[in-house]
T-cell receptor, first 113, second 111 residues
Framework: NAGVTQTPKFRVLKTGQSMTLLCAQDMNHEYMYWYRQDPGMGLRLIHYSVGEGTTAKGEVPDGYNVSRLKKQNFLLGLESAAPSQTSVYFC????????????FGPGTRLTVL | EDQVTQSPEALRLQEGESSSLNCSYTVSGLRGLFWYRQDPGKGPEFLFTLYSAGEEKEKERLKATLTKKESFLHITAPKPEDSATYLCAVSGGTSYGKLTFGQGTILTVHP
C-alpha cells in the first residue's frame, strides 16, 4: 500500500517550458487535491477534484491546469512555466466529506529559471 | 472566508520542557480541525482531527484540544525527535474537504 505517490521528485524548467506533475493514490479516495507550499505562505490549494472526471479551482489556480481521467490519478500541468511557479507541490487525497483527513504525497520540488 | 493563524512562528525548547502551540481559526460551519506534522523535505503527516469544542485527543507526548475559536497542541516532555513544523488546518461548510492551512509553527527541541 504505497499511499500517495508523486512524480517527479525534482524538476528544473526554463521560463516558458511546460510540464506535467503526476499524482497517484491507491486508497480508492474520491477527493484529490494539489497544493503549493512557499516559505511564509503555508500550503495553498491550487485545484481539486471530487471524483473521476471532475475538477475545480482552488485558491491559486492561475497558470495551472488539471485532469482526473482515472480515479486514482490527478495530473497538474504547467503550460508555460514562470519563475513565480517555483515552489514545492504536494498532492493529497481523502475520503468523501470535509471531516476526513487528507493524506499527502512526498512532494515535487520545482524550480523555474 | 476561512482563516487560520498559528503562533508562535518558531519555538525552541529544551528536552523535557513542556509547552503549547496555538491555532486560532474562523470558519463557517466547522467540519474538522486538523493537525499535521511536517519534517523537512517531506509531505505533511496527519496527527489529529478535532470536530467540536471541548474535544481532546492524545498521541504519545502530544495532546490536541479545541474551543470554538482556537486549538492548542500541547507537547509534554518533548524529545529532539519531536522537532518538526506543526501545521493546523480547518475544513468548513460545504467545502468538499478543502483545507485552509495556517503558516505553521517550527518546533526545535534541543537535547
Amino acid at each position: 500500500n504505497a499511499g500517495v505517490t508523486q512524480t517527479p521528485k525534482f524538476r528544473v524548467l526554463k521560463t516558458g517550458q511546460s510540464m506535467t506533475l503526476l499524482c497517484a493514490q491507491d486508497m480508492n479516495h474520491e477527493y484529490m487535491y494539489w497544493y503549493r507550499q512557499d516559505p511564509g505562505m503555508g500550503l495553498r490549494l491550487i485545484h481539486y477534484s471530487v471524483g473521476e472526471g471532475t475538477t475545480a479551482k482552488g485558491e491559486v489556480p492561475d497558470g495551472y491546469n488539471v485532469s482526473r481521467l482515472k480515479k486514482q490519478n490527478f495530473l497538474l500541468g504547467l503550460e508555460s512555466a514562470a519563475p513565480s511557479q517555483t515552489s514545492v507541490y504536494f498532492c493529497a487525497s481523502s475520503n468523501v466529506g470535509g471531516e476526513n483527513e487528507q493524506f499527502f504525497g512526498p512532494g515535487t520540488r520545482l524550480t523555474v529559471l | 472566508e476561512d482563516q487560520v493563524t498559528q503562533s508562535p512562528e518558531a519555538l525552541r525548547l529544551q528536552e523535557g520542557e513542556s509547552s503549547s502551540l496555538n491555532c486560532s481559526y474562523t470558519v463557517s460551519g466547522l467540519r474538522g480541525l486538523f493537525w499535521y506534522r511536517q519534517d523537512p523535505g517531506k509531505g505533511p503527516e496527519f496527527l489529529f482531527t478535532l470536530y467540536s469544542a471541548g474535544e481532546e485527543k492524545e498521541k504519545e507526548r502530544l495532546k490536541a484540544t479545541l474551543t470554538k475559536k482556537e486549538s492548542f497542541l500541547h507537547i509534554t516532555a518533548p524529545k529532539p525527535e519531536d522537532s518538526a513544523t506543526y501545521l493546523c488546518a480547518v475544513s468548513g461548510g460545504t467545502s468538499y474537504g478543502k483545507l485552509t492551512f495556517g503558516q505553521g509553527t517550527i518546533l526545535t527541541v534541543h537535547p
